[in-house]
T-cell receptor, first 114, second 114 residues
Framework: ETGVTQSPTHLIKTRGQQVTLRCSSQ?????VSWYQQALGQGPQFIFQ???????GRGNFPPRFSGLQFPNYSSELNVNALELDDSALYLC?????????????FGPGTRLTVL | AQSVTQLDSQVPVFEEAPVELRCNYS??????LFWYVQYPNQGLQLLLK??????LVKGINGFEAEFNKSQTSFHLRKPSVHISDTAEYFC????????????FGGGTRLMVKP
């Protein structure tokens, strides 16, 4: 059984650019969540996708957007990058969206904005 | 707003000594509780979870945690730590009225010294 994978591992962008991060969910999982983890902090919820629809959003501006595809893989897009967007971006998948469903995390994508 | 507080940002401890990492959460609804571990440059790995039933939960690597509803706490313990337990530990809560979106604490860095 393949776990959650993310690409790329590392990424360097400059302020104002756009970035796309990718996530493949664990086999059989239909729910994907994205989290931002700034250096020295706990992860913060960005949004969740369930069966290709956005199913909840944290306190992030609209320039953070996402997609989920029919195979339940997902993308996180960030437009107009700011220095504070530098962080580890974590993707997590789960069997369903109920509160008791365990989330399985990928290794993350480290984004650096210069 | 719902929040999770990890009272200690760093906990230094000698090898083979016991350790307790503290976690408190705000709650007006049912919750599910999780502890994750993060090794340097890696994603999050689930240590243990409380969904229901016995308030004492056992996890991997010899860790256990106790759910205390009256004190809204979920402290993590290990009777004897190893050098390999050096890592960042995150307490997370899933609120029953918020799907399985996780709210994380700020993390506790466990530093095990020889």
């Amino acid at each position: 059984e393949t776990g959650v994978t993310q690409s790329p591992t590392h990424l360097i962008k400059t302020r104002g650019q756009q970035v796309t991060l990718r996530c493949s969910s664990q086999s059989g999982h239909n729910t994907v969540s994205w989290y931002q983890q700034a250096l020295g902090q706990g992860p913060q919820f960005i949004f969740q996708y369930y069966r290709e629809e956005e199913n909840g959003r944290g306190n992030f501006p609209p320039r953070f957007s996402g997609l989920q595809f029919p195979n339940y893989s997902s993308e996180l897009n960030v437009n107009a990058l700011e220095l504070d967007d530098s962080a580890l971006y974590l993707c997590a998948s789960s069997l369903a969206q109920g509160a008791y469903n365990e989330q399985f995390f990928g290794p993350g994508t480290r984004l650096t904005v210069l | 707003a719902q929040s999770v507080t990890q009272l200690d940002s760093q906990v230094p401890v000698f090898e083979e000594a016991p350790v307790e990492l503290r976690c408190n959460y705000s709650s007006s609804v049912s919750v599910y509780l999780f502890w994750y571990v993060q090794y340097p440059n890696q994603g999050l790995q689930l240590l243990l979870k409380y969904l229901s039933g016995s308030t004492l939960v056992k996890g991997i690597n010899g860790f256990e945690a106790e759910f205390n509803k009256s004190q809204t706490s979920f402290h993590l313990r290990k009777p004897s730590v190893h050098i390999s337990d050096t890592a960042e530990y995150f307490c997370a809560v899933s609120y029953n009225n918020a799907g399985n979106m996780l709210t994380f604490g700020g993390g506790t860095r466990l530093m095990v010294k020889p």
